[in-house]
Structures are given as structure tokens and as C-alpha cells.
């Protein structure tokens, strides 16, 4: 994956053989990408590289973050529990995903009609990272780790493979996570099991 942000909108993300090609899907979406990041830059967002796409922070929190995909692009809210969406724009990754919570895009021409909407959000979510406020803790038959949690918000394909698993093999990798001290130790480790989960595999289970 990559590490240098200007690499995401000249070459793709670095996870599949269409990096650096034609066929990327950054390249099918330049000009919409590009409007997203005017925006978020704008509004003051710290540009990051994470999980190979660009991540926007803010008050040292994860705020949003970018993707390309085949039929679209879109922009994800972490947090999004908290988000209000009076415009009823925002919809779910997926039927597993709890919130709502990130603006899908089928056109390039789409973040400049929404871009007052667009920047209304991301006001918003800064104010709730501004005040330290975080949406309530869901309780779950498993204790996630948050650091889990948030790859899995940033990453749809991961987080459906992911709630495809038996309890029992979701529960190995939050064991496992949960034993180690730092969140940097677990964020490598989420990285190292991103093929047995695609796989079907428990954390313990070998490919």
C-alpha cells in the first residue's frame, strides 16, 4: 500500500495489480477526488495516508476518508454515529454497517453540487472532535477493539468479509487484538490478518 499521499491521486491506493494503470479506479474519478480533497484542505483537515487512501484529521482524530471504486468514489465519516445528516445524503457501506455514514458518488461532477452541503458536514464533525465527544458505546456480544473498529469503517470489503465470519472467528481476532498494549501493536496486527479474514480463517488458523 502506499505511504505517500500524492502516490493515491497520481498511481491508486497500492492493493491491487490496477496500481499505477489505466484501469485504476483513481483515474476513472480524478476530478471528483480532486474536488473532495479541495474541500477537506479548505476546511482545514490534516492530509494523511492511512490504510492506503487519503485520511483527514483533525484535533488528532480520524475524521474522514476517501475511496475509489469501480461504479464510485466516496467520502466516509468516521464517528458517524454522531452525524446529524439533515440533507438525508449519507448512506451505509454495507447492510452490516450500523450508521450511515459516508456521501457515495456516481458522477465527477457530484462533490461540486453537494460542496456547500459537503463543507457543512465536515464543520460539524470537527465541532464533535473539538469537544471530545464520541457516539455512545454500542455493546456487542463481542468487545471489539475501537482501533478494529475504525479500519473496518475506513475499509467496506474488509468489514463485510469481516461480519461474514462465525462469532466464534470474530472472536479470536478481539481476543487476540485485545491482548496487545499498544494501539500501534494492534493496528499491525489488524494489517497482518487482513488475508486469513478474507480467507474465512480465525486469528489462530493458519491459510
Given at each position: ?96 454497517t450500523q450508521h450511515p455514514d459516508m456521501i457515495k458518488f456516481t458522477?465527477?461532477?457530484?462533490v461540486k453540487a453537494l460542496e456547500p452541503t459537503i463543507r457543512a ?87
Open positions: 500500500m502506499i505511504t505517500n499521499i500524492e502516490d493515491f491521486f497520481t498511481k491508486g491506493c497500492g492493493r491491487c495489480a490496477k496500481f499505477d494503470t489505466p484501469d485504476c479506479t483513481t483515474k476513472l474519478w480524478a476530478d471528483g477526488i480532486a474536488d473532495l480533497r479541495r474541500i477537506c484542505l479548505d476546511e482545514g483537515l490534516v492530509e494523511t495516508v492511512k490504510w492506503g487512501h487519503p485520511c483527514y484529521m483533525h484535533a488528532d482524530r480520524n475524521l474522514v476518508i476517501m475511496g475509489t471504486f469501480l461504479d464510485n468514489f466516496r467520502l466516509t465519516f468516521f464517528k458517524a454515529a454522531l452525524m446529524k445528516d439533515p440533507e438525508g445524503i449519507m448512506v451505509r457501506q454495507g447492510e452490516n458522477n465527477n461532477a457530484g458536514y465536515i464543520q460539524e464533525a470537527k465541532s464533535y472532535a473539538d469537544a471530545g465527544i464520541v457516539p455512545e458505546k454500542v455493546v456487542r456480544e463481542v468487545d471489539m477493539p475501537d482501533e478494529l473498529l475504525e479500519v473496518l469503517d475506513a475499509d467496506p470489503e474488509l468489514a463485510e468479509a469481516f461480519a461474514a465470519l462465525t462469532p466464534g472467528r470474530q472472536k479470536s481476532y478481539a481476543f487476540n487484538l485485545n491482548q496487545a498494549k499498544s494501539p500501534a501493536t494492534r493496528y499491525s496486527r489488524i494489517e497482518k490478518f487482513r488475508d486469513k479474514i478474507f480467507a474465512g480463517k480465525g486469528a489462530m488458523e493458519r491459510l
